[in-house]
């Protein structure tokens, strides 16, 4: 098992890593028996950027969380991107939640040119499935 895959497998409680109000927010859609996916897509609506569908398209697919998706699946999943990040999380991970979802907020936010504090919720949901079903059934199922 990779030190990454350890550290997203043995990430017990993600969900303290974010403010009480998030976490509430969340566990009450997770609670109504939306998806983590479905969560993320709310949030974003209720508080991430808005008019990123192209001119004139009717899409109910947001570009913005397929983009977060593909690069929290990057840092997850890809041997090569993200390797100085990787090697820096690795150094820390022992601090807990909060400095790994953190960290990789960070990472992941300068490459989409975003507030990290935008996306830590998403990047919660999406370590809580990951850590789950298993790194490498995460992986799998996002290719």
Not at 47 to 57: D, E, K, R, Y
Not at 63 to 71: D, G, I, Q, R, V
Not at 116 to 129: D, E, F, G, Q, W
Request: aromatic residues 8%.
């Amino acid at each position: 098992m990779s030190e990454i895959t350890y550290i997203i497998e043995e990430q017990d409680n993600l969900l303290s890593a974010l403010p009480k109000y998030q976490q509430d927010t969340i566990n009450t859609l997770l609670e109504q028996g939306k998806t983590p996916e479905e969560v993320s897509q709310i949030w974003l609506e209720a508080n991430g950027p808005s008019n990123t569908f192209p001119f004139g398209a009717d899409n109910k697919k947001n570009p913005f969380l397929e983009n977060l998706n593909n690069e929290i699946n990057d840092f997850i999943c890809s041997e090569d991107k993200y390797k100085n990040e990787k090697k820096q999380l690795i150094e820390r991970w022992k601090s807990g939640e909060v400095v790994v979802v953190s960290f990789i907020a960070v990472s992941i936010a300068t490459v989409l040119g975003t507030a990290p504090a935008l996306i830590l919720p998403i990047i919660v949901l999406s370590l809580r499935t990951a850590g789950k079903i298993g790194v490498n059934a995460w992986c799998e199922s996002r290719k």
